[in-house]
């Protein structure tokens, strides 16, 4: 069964069965007049909330793409099926088993991070990853993407504009010339108005981390 399909199928259930109800217990005109706010938040949280934080994720692909053509090294499975089971510190304490056999591989240090974040809740942990993997970063696409996801962290999680500018003050110095630096600079423009306490347009911080490095290879 398509899970996609199944989600929408199950929220226009609910959304027709508490509409139902509604007009069944109060009336159409009762319904319509102080019913309909109610009603109205119900079917955004059924429908627009998710539109709204699907678009915000494309919305930080314009910044960092995502992950589709990243190379996942075989043992990464092990640590994802421990993920599939909810066992996440499990599935940390493989993703170092994999870190010791390859020193040099940073996706186990953003897929850490990952998980420190949404399921351990451990902001000290996820810098500390993140620091990592900017650290051993080989190439633009690499450390764009290492410093993107460390600046989001103090930017969207820790709500840090300033730290989040040093990033990538320094990314835009390691990389210059290049698109990636271009990106950067747009996001220093961003940041700087943050840091001076000019008002932003919301917007949702990315969902995932994005992970496409271009001349970063993994060890065989």
Same mark, same amino acid.
């Given at each position: 069964?398509?899970?996609?399909?199944f989600s929408i199928a199950i929220r226009v259930v609910i959304?027709?069965?508490?509409?139902?109800?509604?007009?069944?217990?109060?009336?159409?005109?009762?319904?319509?007049?102080?019913?309909?706010?109610?009603?109205?938040?119900?079917?955004?949280?059924?429908?627009?909330?998710?539109?709204?934080?699907?678009?915000?994720?494309?919305?930080?692909?314009?910044?960092?793409?995502?992950?589709?053509?990243?190379?996942?090294?075989?043992?990464?499975?092990?640590?994802?099926?421990?993920?599939?089971?909810?066992?996440?510190?499990?599935?940390?304490?493989?993703?170092?088993?994999?870190?010791?056999?390859?020193?040099?591989?940073?996706?186990?240090?953003? &897929?850490? =991070? $990952? *998980?420190?974040?949404?399921? #351990?809740? !451990?902001?000290?942990? %996820?810098?500390?990853?993140?620091?990592?993997?900017?650290?051993?970063?080989?190439?633009?696409?690499?450390?764009?993407?290492?410093?993107? &996801?460390? =600046? $989001? *962290?103090?930017?969207?999680? #820790?709500? !840090?504009?300033?730290? %989040?500018?040093?990033?990538?003050?320094?990314?835009?110095?390691?990389?210059?010339?290049?698109?990636?630096?271009?990106?950067?600079?747009? &996001?220093? =423009?961003? *940041?700087?108005?943050?840091?001076?306490?000019?008002?932003?347009?919301?917007?949702?911080?990315?969902?995932?981390?994005?992970?496409?490095?271009?001349?970063?290879?993994?060890?065989?």
């Amino acid at each position: 069964m398509n899970f996609k399909l199944f989600s929408i199928a199950i929220r226009v259930v609910i959304a027709v069965v508490i509409g139902v109800l509604l007009l069944h217990f109060v009336g159409f005109s009762v319904a319509l007049i102080f019913a309909g706010p109610i009603y109205g938040l119900v079917l955004f949280f059924l429908f627009g909330y998710p539109i709204l934080e699907k678009l915000g994720f494309h919305v930080s692909l314009m910044f960092w793409p995502d992950d589709s053509q990243f190379r996942i090294m075989p043992e990464h499975s092990v640590a994802e099926a421990r993920v599939n089971q909810g066992q996440y510190q499990e599935a940390i304490d493989e993703y170092r088993k994999v870190i010791a056999r390859h020193p040099d591989d940073i996706y186990s240090h953003l &897929r850490i =991070a $990952d *998980l420190a974040l949404k399921h #351990l809740n !451990d902001v000290k942990l %996820a810098e500390l990853e993140l620091q990592s993997a900017l650290g051993k970063a080989i190439g633009e696409d690499t450390t764009a993407l290492a410093a993107g &996801r460390l =600046a $989001d *962290l103090y930017q969207h999680t #820790l709500h !840090d504009a300033g730290r %989040a500018l040093e990033v990538m003050k320094q990314l835009r110095e390691e990389i210059p010339g290049t698109k990636q630096a271009k990106l950067a600079e747009e &996001r220093i =423009a961003l *940041l700087e108005r943050l840091v001076r306490g000019e008002e932003l347009p919301p917007a949702n911080p990315p969902s995932k981390i994005a992970i496409r490095p271009s001349r970063y290879k993994m060890p065989e």
